[in-house]
């Protein structure tokens, strides 16, 4: 069963950082891109960013909007993504889910999905 | 890349026709998919390449389109599709979604 499970949310200061996993089995994790797409509350989903998978070298590509102060990675010995959130704004409050990707780019963001994490940005 | 759906939201009744829209400002040839979301859950792909049903979708659901305009068609509205659906295209970096349509009860 493929399971993907986010973790890391909480409530952090403008300015400040934090760091998402996202926990996945049930698949083989290197052959997949991965994604991460936030909704803020009350509206629609946004991409926020994606790591290619083992055969594309894990190449990352980023929403403009957080390009700079965000960084994905992943360990495939580990079956984890990560999205470390840096020089935080209060318009990335939102739930970030995992998601995973398809075996080739332009498929989709998400056949599975974690159940996602909030992360509020507030004084 | 901008995608604009229609409506943005619209009220159906059960075994309803519905026709939703996505529009991207420039060609995406067949990079688009569907997405179901209901309150509080995470979203539900539904299908791929702008026509191809993800499995275990139910075959109500079916999209169409390529280049810049694009269809997902729910042949007969059930009670467990009043939801919120989002298109998204994947031809171009950054990768961007519509805005959604909500479906209500009529």
């Known amino acids: 069963e493929v399971r993907l499970v986010e973790s890391g949310g909480g409530l952090v200061q403008p300015g400040g950082s934090l760091r998402l996993s996202c926990a996945a089995s049930?698949?083989?994790?290197?052959?997949?891109?991965m994604d991460w797409v936030r909704q803020a509350p009350g509206k629609g989903l946004e991409w926020v960013g994606r790591s290619g998978n083992k055969a594309e070298s894990y190449t990352t590509e980023y929403a403009a909007s957080v390009k700079g102060r965000f960084i994905i990675s992943r360990d495939d010995s580990k079956n984890s993504l990560y999205l470390q959130m840096n020089s935080l704004k209060t318009e990335d409050t939102a739930v970030y889910y995992c998601?995973?990707?398809?075996?080739?780019?332009?498929?989709?963001?998400?056949?599975?999905w974690g159940q996602g994490t909030l992360v509020t940005v507030s004084s | 890349i901008q995608l604009t759906q229609s409506p943005s939201s619209l009220s159906a009744s059960v075994g309803d026709r519905v026709t939703i829209a996505c529009r991207a400002s420039?060609?995406?040839?067949?990079?688009l998919a569907w997405y179901q979301q209901k309150p509080g859950k995470a979203p539900k792909l539904l299908i791929y390449a702008a026509s191809t049903l993800q499995s275990g979708v139910p075959s109500r659901f079916s999209g169409s389109g390529s280049g810049t305009d694009f269809t997902l068609t729910i042949s007969s509205l059930q009670s467990e599709d009043f939801a919120t659906y989002y298109c998204q295209q994947l031809n171009f970096y950054p990768l961007t979604f519509g805005g959604g349509t909500k479906v209500e009860v009529k």
């Open positions: 049930g698949f083989t994790f290197s052959d997949h891109y």
């Open positions: 420039q060609g995406i040839s067949s990079y």
């Open positions: 998601a995973r990707g398809g075996l080739v780019a332009a498929t989709f963001s998400g056949d599975y």
